[in-house]
């Protein structure tokens, strides 16, 4: 495969069997881990591997990709130098009413972090889209000087959860998936109906208040299929607006759900590679850092034959770091989970076939897939990153 390159018909072509990456852990494979690790292999370019767990119950997978989970929290360990709670640190999960702050399952993920060395992303200070924000703030009695309420919900809620962390958290998502993808607008919540726009410069504002030296990131699900431009354009026109404003924005995070809920065989799931590179460049272009915050592959509609689907997976894992790996702005590579049984992308739409789903990098018995070869191989091929782009890192 050409670095940076995929049609759909390389990808069926990759899924007959033409692949050039080793399908490391398939069936019949050593089961001895791989090494060196994904963190390794990134470190040694001056990046990070990391990824999703969990610390909490997981609703209707109980039994969880969390810590409490000894294989899985070990392939995480092995794996990875650098993880992000699934849920934990969200306002839904840390407020569970206006007057209390509940860090319980967020400080037992921190406690595993530091039992393993590894650091931590936050996410995230603000969903802003009302499904996704507490009920009691959509609900919130704001009274009569609504603003100033509004302000004040968003600034101690932002400096209570930063300076509880503190300075263990040198990155995190401030604001998550404001745009929305339909019209590129930004999405209308109780907030910005006292607000205005004004609700993102005052959460990144207070963010760099309480966290002077912490990466500041602004993270969406922009993603390279096509049916992602009015997302992107959106995205773009909120971080050229927050930049020439003086919003302290230092980092795009690329969620890299491939897919997301398209169909990746049909032409809405074309990859748009010229059109990615633009967007990646004007982003860059803007002084910004970028980082890959929540990979996986929506593998809905790819061939049911787990060997198949995973080439075809593998493929398009290789080309998405290829090209995206080639900015040496993306320091940050984290996958939404490392095993296919604990993925959130079980709980959306069956596969027509009803075949359980195989989106990450480890196969649901804890073995590494050829996604995590072409991992490993596209950040083998990615170039050093000299040096840090920001003082966070
Ligand atoms: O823990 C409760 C459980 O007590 C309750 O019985 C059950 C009833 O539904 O819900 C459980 O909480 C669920 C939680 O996941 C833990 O499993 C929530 O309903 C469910 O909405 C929540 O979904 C999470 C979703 O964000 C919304 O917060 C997914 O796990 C998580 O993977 C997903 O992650 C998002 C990123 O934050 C942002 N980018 C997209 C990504 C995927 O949607």
Redesign the pocket.
């Known amino acids: 495969m050409t670095g940076g390159t995929l049609s759909r018909r390389q990808a069926l072509a990759g899924a007959a069997g033409g692949l050039g990456i080793a399908l490391a852990g398939a069936a019949g494979a050593d089961p001895a881990p791989p090494s060196p690790s994904l963190q390794a292999l990134a470190r040694s370019k001056g990046m990070r591997f990391g990824s999703?767990i969990?610390a909490?119950?997981?609703?209707?997978?109980p039994e969880?990709g969390t810590i409490d989970n000894p294989a899985y929290a070990a392939v995480v360990a092995r794996e990875c130098g650098l993880l992000v709670p699934?849920?934990e640190m969200?306002m839904?999960?840390l407020r569970p009413d206006p007057a209390t702050f509940d860090f319980r399952r967020a400080d037992r993920l921190m406690a595993f972090a530091a039992d393993h060395a590894l650091d931590v992303r936050g996410?995230?200070l603000l969903?802003h889209n009302t499904r996704?924000l507490p009920a009691w703030v959509n609900d919130f009695d704001f009274g009569s000087r609504p603003a100033t309420a509004a302000e004040k919900l968003l600034t101690t809620h932002v400096d209570t959860v930063c300076r509880h962390f503190g300075t263990r958290i040198k990155s995190w998502?401030v604001v998550?998936?404001t745009i929305d993808p339909a019209t590129g607008a930004m999405r209308d919540t109780v907030l910005t109906r006292h607000l205005g726009d004004r609700v993102i410069d005052i959460v990144f504002h207070a963010a760099r208040q309480a966290l002077p030296d912490c990466q500041l990131v602004y993270?969406d699900?922009v993603e390279w299929e096509a049916g992602n431009e009015t997302h992107r354009a959106g995205v773009l026109k909120l971080l050229e607006r927050l930049r020439r404003d003086g919003v302290p924005v230092d980092a795009l995070g690329l969620?890299s759900?491939i897919g997301g809920d398209s169909d990746l065989t049909g032409p809405a799931g074309a990859p748009q590679e010229a059109a990615w590179r633009r967007f990646l460049e004007e982003a860059t272009g803007m002084g910004l850092d970028l980082l890959c915050?929540?990979f996986d592959i929506n593998d809905r509609a790819f061939p049911g034959d787990p060997a198949r689907r995973d080439a075809v997976s593998a493929d398009y894992t290789r080309a998405y770091f290829d090209l995206t790996l080639s900015f040496p702005q993306v320091q940050d590579v984290l996958a939404?989970?490392m095993v296919d049984r604990f993925?959130?992308?079980n709980?959306r739409a069956p596969r027509p076939d009803g075949l359980p789903r195989r989106p990450c990098p480890y196969d649901r018995d804890d073995q590494p897939k050829p996604m995590r070869a072409a991992i490993a191989a596209a950040i083998q091929a990615a170039p050093p990153r000299s040096a840090p782009h920001a003082p966070h890192i």
């Open positions: 999703a969990a909490g119950p997981q609703g209707s997978r969880g699934e849920n969200k839904q999960a996410h995230n969903w996704w998502d998550n998936e993270n699900y969620q759900h915050t929540e939404w989970g993925s959130w992308l709980g």
